[in-house]
């Protein structure tokens, strides 16, 4: 009986091992598909991934249901996703938060990033520092003089440790040698309504387009966004750089997958995305930018730019958490 050539084994071994990864990629989705969200419903990053949930559910054929699973951190919603089966009947939104900002922040986390395939980046959250109408600065580098001759007299609401608010008033304290008045608030929609109440001077905001209704009727002056273009809603506020600053934080949405996830599932959920989500003017009116979601490039690009972009931001946020020694525990 003659044997079986090694070579022709090898490649017969491989194969088996390959079919039932191609054969799952050709047969999903086979059952509803689950995505989880680590914050409320209504916000930015839930109103984008249910843009997402429908036009993946109705180009694929079965319904995909979106979980919102809050926690501190999004972290139970991320570490759901990454100790999931990995045939992409479970994804997640991913954000700054979960993929860069709680790598460094925290003693410990029950994932890890390299637990989670990047799909698609969907884009910028147009978010700025603002003030109130009454505040007698017009620039941030006005705000930032104010802040400097009078130590701890201007109020800035923030609203969690690792928020890109609370974040920039360490960085001005630490590296700067500028002192805001910290006033913490539980989250960032008890912080706007309290800038623009008075409650404080100052505060750092998406720019939905309600917010946007808000500046224009003069109950809120921006003073910059944390972008690298204008905003288009308001061309005359100056970006980060123009305003001054050394380096943006902003805020980003995408979703991703399990690690180990069939490269074919990975390209079909973000062709679906930036095709059926992205490219459509009406959802993406009605998903996106009314949520001030920015769609420049690397956003609605492969899974590889999105990857090259979360590598990027944790470099960023490690060197930022080193010299502000923010922790979330």
């Known amino acids: 009986m003659k044997r079986f050539p090694r070579s022709l084994a090898r490649i017969f071994a491989v194969f088996l091992c390959a079919a039932p990864l191609a054969l799952l990629a050709q047969a999903y989705p086979s059952k509803a598909i689950r995505a989880t969200i680590g914050t409320p419903a209504g916000g930015p990053g839930d109103v984008v991934l249910r843009g997402a949930a429908q036009v993946i559910g109705e180009s694929l054929g079965q319904a995909m249901v979106v979980e919102n699973r809050v926690g501190v951190g999004g972290v139970a919603s991320a570490d759901a996703c990454a100790k999931a089966a990995p045939d992409g009947h479970q994804l997640c939104s991913c954000d700054q938060q979960t993929m860069a900002i709680n790598p460094y922040t925290r003693s410990s986390l029950p994932y890890s990033v390299a637990d989670m395939t990047p799909v698609v980046l969907y884009g910028f959250l147009a978010a700025g520092i603002h003030v109130h109408p009454s505040v007698p600065a017009n620039t941030l580098q006005e705000l930032i003089a104010m802040a400097k001759a009078k130590p701890g007299s201007v109020t800035f609401g923030t609203f969690g440790q690792t928020s890109a608010a609370h974040l920039y008033v360490e960085w001005f304290k630490k590296v700067r040698g ?152």
């Open 178 to 329: 500028i002192e805001f008045l910290n006033v913490p608030y539980k989250a960032a929609s008890l912080a706007w309504p309290a800038m623009l109440g008075g409650e404080v001077q100052a505060t750092y905001f998406a720019l939905t387009s309600a917010a946007v209704s808000m500046v224009k009727a003069g109950k809120a002056k921006t003073l910059m966004v944390a972008l690298d273009q204008r905003f288009a809603d308001m061309p005359n506020v100056p970006t980060w750089k123009e305003a001054g600053l050394e380096f943006p934080l902003v805020t980003w949405f995408g979703l991703c997958a399990p690690a180990k996830i069939p490269r074919d599932i990975v390209t079909r959920l973000n062709t679906v995305v930036v095709k059926g989500l992205l490219g459509d003017a009406n959802l993406k009116a009605k998903f996106v930018t009314s949520q001030g979601i920015q769609t420049n490039a690397p956003a609605g690009g492969s899974p590889e730019s999105f990857a090259q972009w979360i590598s990027a931001e944790q470099k960023r946020y490690q060197q930022l958490v080193k010299v502000t020694g923010v922790k979330e525990d």
